[in-house]
């Protein structure tokens, strides 16, 4: 498969056998991820940590956008716009979910070309400046005892909005950045974590926002302006590119005191005919 992908049918290419040596020797065959119940792999190094604390950020910070609201309380929100008919705001959850569907699939045609921190990053501060303009027309809108028409079409623009810088960056990485992080040994289990992570942040969406909604209205908004101005710092200084790194490059970038820094540092890999990596040399 390696020859046939990455070799051009050449068994004997230097980059196949580069490619094999280095599985050989990261991948430990009697490692924890053979034993059901060991789940030490995840944290008896200070990179193996790094990583599962890299895997469960992003993925409970995916659900902590707004997103949550704006996915199952869609109704409510609308009823702060003044859209309160039934009709209206069933054709506008149809038309917001489409649309979130379109840019999706955008965001997975470019997170290959682009990279996944500057798309995670895009869609984060995305997300904060649409929730503020959210805020602004909501609070307007509610000032003017629900009469301001642009108010509440700024809203609805505010809305969609969001759905596509969200889907454009967030949505494609959900599948794929809390994978790439983890080494072979900690696959399964780190995304066992990962899925927990994300069923917790579903608690906080599904018990905690209506009761906020319908005890302080708009103004919830004003929390999610601050999260995710949080979450994109977070994601700023913390977490690492993984775009063109392959699972072996990995490991040393999570063992590098600064993986963020080295994750984005060019290298020029040369390696003998025997597929040995003979000089790495930063650019």
Known sequence: MLAKWHGYGNTDSPWVRLQLAEYEEFLN???????????????????????????????????WAGNGVLSYFLPAVLTTAGYTEDITQANINLGYACFQFVFALFGAFWVERIGRRPMMLFSMAGCCVTWIGMTVATGLFAASDNTNASAAKATLAMIFLFGAVFSIGITPLQALYPVEVLSFEMRAKGMAFSALAVNAGGLLNQFAWPVSLKAIGWHTYIVFVVWCAVQWTVFYFFLPETKAHTLEELDSIFQ???????SLTARKVAFSAEGKIVAVEEL
Do not use: E
Request: include cysteine; hydrophobic fraction near 45%.
């Open 29 to 63: 065959m009697n490692g924890a991820d053979k034993r059901w119940w060991d789940y030490s792999a995840l944290f008896k190094t200070h990179a193996s940590r790094y990583r599962i604390a890299c895997n469960c950020i992003f993925a409970i910070f995916a659900q």
């Open 256 to 262: 590098a005191r600064n993986p963020v820094k080295a």
